[in-house]
């Protein structure tokens, strides 16, 4: 229903916006909008019978909340006040309540939400505040990679030798795990489980390490009469003996088509398998048996650990180390370069020092060490992500998944009952196999895939049953 009284209303006689109160008030109170009209007026005479238009609009703040900013105090805009308020909310949180003004809102209020499923924290545009701010919209936390406390797969391999000094487990980029056992080496696809027994050295002669070449197509065989030999490995036939050592083999190292191997007798001879001469140079250095050996990633530099406690950095030429770390206080079998940072090698030593150190061989420094508590038998890094696997002797018998740089540890792993002294890593790098004395190998899912760098499911938790490997 229409308002009676809307069609007897008399039109105001004069046009012109009230820019004053009514006279029948004895305080005036001046508006915002008065204000800034006075602003626009202050430099013209305008005449009472005419509007005044301005060619902007400008619109009333009276209506608007600039008290959540912190903006607006008595009318007067202070910007450094402001944002001095802002800061100081920002680095000490929120105020108390009762610091909080009459409109009810605190003056570090969040005013521009982002919604909680976005994955960007909406804190993360200030550096002051913490994680556990209150008032802040936070994102679902990540869960944990969960690595599996048990094998998904064990191989009785019979004959296994309990010696910190050999390699006898190596795995190929065709995915066949190579194993020495007492005189034989079996073969061992991972995709198949087919067994194939590659070579009988005979009973005057045993296996002390073997290693595959980039391509997978060859295993070099390092015996304890001092040689080693090539084998093809889709033939089943040996392609050539090399001598050059007067005992035993430990310790093998594959470089494009130079193979290194270093031996009991200290020293570490260089073989181009192009060559017709059985070594083309010989390294000396080390004051006992050389028990690790390993290529970095660009074929550039060599590291080399003695039962001397030495660990030594040779390049493609050199016949003497160019460098030369003696910080570690008992064998240094573990060697590992990383594939993520050039120039980053980690060393692992025996009972006496337990240690893992971290070295710059760009710079020659010493980076970093922490203590293991137990012997350190092998390392690994992963091609994936920034981890290594160690495994450990006397008297813990574990392995570690760790963190690097932290080394916080992702995965503490237990089941050999004996030293962990093998080691190897899948072609895929998901996988480690273990070998110790109790004459089992163990397999274990331990990092990530390439392109699944986290996961919510725990995987490698199938146990497939315990085989033979011959």
């Not at 004053?20 to 007026?41: H, K, Y």
């Not at 090539?230 to 130079?258: F, N, P, Q, Y």
């Not at 140079?281 to 650990?305: F, I, M, P, Q």
């Amino acid at each position: 229903m229409e308002d009676p009284t809307a069609s007897n209303a008399t039109p105001p006689t004069n046009s012109s916006p009230q820019l004053s109160p009514p006279p029948s008030m004895n305080t005036p109170i001046i508006s915002l909008e008065s204000r800034i009209n006075r602003l626009i007026n202050a430099n013209q005479s305008p005449s009472p019978s005419r509007s005044i238009y301005s060619d902007r609009f400008i619109p009333s703040r009276s209506g608007s909340n600039y008290a959540l900013f912190d903006l607006a105090k008595d009318g007067k805009e202070d910007g450094a006040g402001s944002y001095a308020t802002l800061l100081r909310a920002a680095m000490f949180g929120p105020e108390t309540p009762e610091k909080r003004d009459i409109t009810g809102f605190s003056t570090s209020r969040n005013i521009f939400r982002f919604k909680t499923e976005t994955n960007r924290r909406s804190d993360s545009f200030s550096p002051f505040v913490s994680d556990d701010g209150p008032g802040v919209s936070q994102s679902p936390i990540k869960a944990l990679r969960k690595v599996s406390r048990s094998p998904y797969k064990v191989l009785d391999a019979p004959a296994l030798q309990d010696d910190f000094y050999l390699n006898l487990v190596d795995w190929s980029a065709q995915n066949v795990l190579a194993v020495g056992l007492g005189n034989c080496v079996y073969l061992w696809n991972a995709s198949s489980s087919k067994v194939t027994t590659l070579c009988d050295l005979g009973a005057d002669d045993s296996v002390c390490s073997v290693g595959w070449n980039f391509r997978g197509t060859h295993l070099a065989v390092g015996t304890s009469n001092g040689k080693v030999q090539i084998w093809d490995a889709s033939r089943c036939k040996r392609t050539r003996t090399m001598e050059g050592h007067r005992l035993r083999v430990g310790a093998l190292a594959w470089s494009s088509s130079v193979l290194s191997s270093g031996s009991r007798d200290k020293s570490i001879l260089q073989r181009d398998i192009r060559c017709e001469e059985d070594h083309v140079s010989k390294l000396t250095g080390h004051k006992s048996e050389v028990c690790g050996l390993k290529w970095s990633y660009d074929n550039r530099e060599l590291a080399s650990g003695g039962n001397d406690n030495r660990l030594f950095v040779w390049n493609q030429h050199s016949t003497q180390p160019v460098l030369k770390y003696s910080e570690h206080t008992a064998a240094v079998k573990a060697i590992a370069w990383s594939p993520h940072v050039h120039g980053l090698l980690a060393s692992g030593g025996g009972t006496a020092d337990r240690c893992i150190r971290f070295w710059n061989t760009t710079t020659n420094t010493h980076l970093s060490s922490i203590d293991t508590g137990s012997q350190v038998c092998n390392l690994a890094w992963s091609k994936n992500v920034n981890e290594l696997v160690s495994t450990h002797g006397y008297s813990q018998n574990q392995i570690i998944v760790w963190k690097y740089p932290t080394m916080s540890k992702v995965a503490t792993l237990t089941g050999h009952t004996y030293r962990v002294l093998y080691l190897a890593v899948s072609p895929d790098g998901q996988t480690i196999v273990t070998g110790a004395g109790d004459e089992t190998l163990r397999f274990w899912n331990v990092f990530p895939s390439p392109k699944s760098q986290n996961t919510d499911s725990e995987i490698g938790s199938t146990f497939f049953g315990r085989t033979t490997i011959r």
